[in-house]
């Protein structure tokens, strides 16, 4: 390669085919350098130089080689190797300038190190480049699967800066607002989805924690490598449960149990197996979940569809949010399988979609909140209304009481005429419709409620649904015996059958339990 091309704020990526010795490094047995020892060298391609890539062994051990030429010795630049697979060593024209982890032809011996590679290129013109590479951990082999590039000593520092602090900055505001969600679950305990997203967002902000390495390694300088690739996976497993949770609890009754619990249990059993399993066993889980994730994709997709259809508030909301996760989502593995290779697309996906999910959160919460003012105006409207009703209904019976006096004396008194009992029997069925339409009104009311009290307990019956709602809007036993025209005790004993069925422990309040809901 010529670095003619290398000018300040520019690098050169380095393309092309170089050297490659399998199992073969340019050292004697006592460490001491010696080139001829290489022989029988192969090509390998850059960049993604993995040894896979040429259907070696994952596990072991060569030497890469390449040559630079200096078109201007009297600039620094600096050889960055952005991602290494295993541990490394650079020897340029014979010397070693770079060291990453501990470079072993025996497993147990071999130690990988977390952040990029970078060695100051010695002013001479002409440089034999050989990096030596061990690597019993990744899937993929040992080598360099990202891009690689020679750039100049000032841009390179400046860029790495820059770099580092964009995305510490980006992972924070991520964190940040799970934490937001999280207190916000606190003031709204029934809407679960805060929760789960909350926690996605602290446990999604940690992977680009581990994934970008820069922030990590400042505030952690000896973290190892095998802890960073663990929390990496868990943190990408547990992911993909609390996403589903998040979709789940933000358009619920659409999942039966049975999907819910398949798609909550399989990613925690990926969290349990890169935890207990060696670090290199461990990768080979990542294709399973790589397909895991898209499957999950597709079931947002189905989920957002329904609530569309049943026109549920924000869902095309939704919809566009899953379409920029499933980008981010998409393109994270894209980078995992070494097929395509961008700097923070991801981050800046991530944070986009976690700004517009809690905007979200914020709009459906403000709704939520205007919607329960007009439901409070509402019941007292109601309220106000059924004690009207309950002080009619009193007059109500008592009338009918002195109609049915007034038909025993018609056979013996000619001042009870048959038009006047007429005319009452219309007045008193003009009571009891004003009394259906009082119950109407409740029961369209409470509608919400009593289709969530249905989803959360089917076994109840239409008395036990009407009883509910009395009880949740505040009435007493006595206002519902005499809207139910039942006595006070038979009103105690369904109370006591309720509880019963909702399985209520003594301490719980049936009240405050149903207004929960």
Known sequence: MKTNQVSKGKELVIKGNSLFYWKQWPLTDKGVFQKEVLTQPDTIQWPTAVWKNKEYNPKGYGTFRFQIELENSEKQLVLNLSRVLGAAEVWVNGKKYGVHGHVSKISSESE???????????????????????????????????????????????????????????????????????????????????????LFCLIGGSRQLFVGEAFILKVFPDISFELVQRLRYVCYYGGLALIFLYHHYLFYGYFSKKVVLFFTVIPCLGVIYVI?????????????FQVFGFLDILLWYWLIGKAIIDKKPFAKFVLLNAIILTIVFTNDMLN??????????????????????VYLNYRIVQAAQLELKKMAQQVQDKEAEISKLLFESYHHLKSKKELVNDLKKTTYDDTISVEKIIN??????????????????????????????????????????????????????????????????????????LRKKLELSADKDLEDFLKEI
């Open 336 to 357: 995992a399988m070494l097929i395509i290779q961008t700097k923070f697309l991801v981050n800046i996906g991530l944070l986009t979609y976690v700004v517009l999910q």
């Open 112 to 198: 990988n190190a977390i952040p990029p590679l970078s060695v100051e290129l010695p002013k001479e013109k002409s440089l034999d480049v050989m990096i030596l590479v061990s690597n019993f951990s990744s899937r993929f082999g040992g080598g360099f699967p990202l891009k690689n590039t020679i750039t100049q000593k000032e841009s390179f520092y400046k860029i790495k800066e820059q770099r580092a602090t964009l995305e510490s900055i980006i992972t924070i505001l991520i964190m940040l607002f799970g934490i937001f969600q999280i207190i916000t679950y606190t003031n709204f305990r029934k809407e679960k989805y805060f929760l789960y997203f909350g």
């Open 276 to 288: 207990i399993f060696p670090v290199f066993y461990g990768t080979y889980s990542a294709p399973i």
């Open 424 to 497: 009452n029997l219309r007045s008193e069925l003009l009571e009891d419709n004003q009394l259906n339409v009082i119950k109407s009104d409740i029961e369209h009311l409470n509608y919400d409620f009593i289709q969530r009290l249905k989803t959360r307990v089917p076994k109840l019956t239409q008395t036990d649904l009407e009883l509910c709602t009395y009880i949740r809007i505040g009435l007493n036993r006595k206002e519902i015996s005499r809207l139910r025209h039942i006595t006070v005790e038979a009103v105690k004993k369904a109370r006591y059958r």
